[in-house]
Structure formats: structure tokens, C-alpha cells
């Protein structure tokens, strides 16, 4: 995941991108479906989002060539601070799987 930038509650509009890998190489995903991106919530914070939750995302194919996903936040979906998890799904020819996870920093507002 790349977001160049850090991540705060309650940041809207930030693109969460997913780098799809094969084997070391970056996997050419032109004609991916039902492609989605689960978030879940830091385990160790409070908050209005349960410890733990998954959100579900729809995600969009950014460049299919490097194998990139993503999906841009909205308001509640990054609404406490800690460390979130982060997977991508989808389906490609006959293979429907995940992606491999990864995490990001949710800092707090001043």
C-alpha cells in the first residue's frame, strides 16, 4: 500500500493502493472482477468503529499493467487511530483469492 502521505482519522478522499505480486513480480490484472478491499479496524483503540471490524470496499483497478488496486476513503471510514490492516480481494479467470496484507498508520487529529 502507498498513500504517500500520513494518515489521520477521519481523512476523506486519501486513495488506499494495493501493489498486486506474483511470485516477486508485479501480476498484470487487466480483466480482474469483483474486486474488493477489506480494512480492519486497530484492535487496540475506542472509537465509533468496534475493535477489530472489517469494512468492505469496492475497489477499482488503477493501472491493470502494474497490478494496481485501490479505493479513495470517506467520511467513517478511517475513524479511529492505530494500526489497520488491509487485504484486497478478487477474481481473475478462474483464480479468486487475496492479496497478501498489509498494514498502515491511523494517527490521531491534534
Avoid: C
Wanted: charged share 20%; glycine share 12%.
Amino acid at each position: 500500500m502507498s498513500t504517500g502521505n500520513i494518515v489521520h482519522v477521519g481523512d476523506v478522499g486519501l486513495d488506499i493502493i494495493l501493489s498486486i505480486s506474483e511470485d516477486g513480480s508485479v501480476l498484470d490484472i487487466t480483466g480482474a472482477t469483483d474486486i474488493t478491499i477489506i480494512l480492519r479496524a486497530p484492535t487496540d483503540s475506542l472509537g465509533s468503529t468496534t475493535r477489530g471490524e472489517l469494512k468492505t470496499k469496492t475497489g477499482i483497478i488503477k493501472v491493470a499493467a502494474e497490478g494496481t488496486i485501490y479505493f479513495s476513503t470517506i467520511a467513517g471510514d478511517l475513524d479511529i487511530e492505530g494500526e489497520w490492516t488491509v487485504q484486497g480481494n478478487f477474481t481473475l479467470g478462474t483464480w479468486t483469492g487475496r492479496t497478501q496484507k498489509a498494514t498502515f498508520i491511523v494517527m490521531p487529529k491534534i
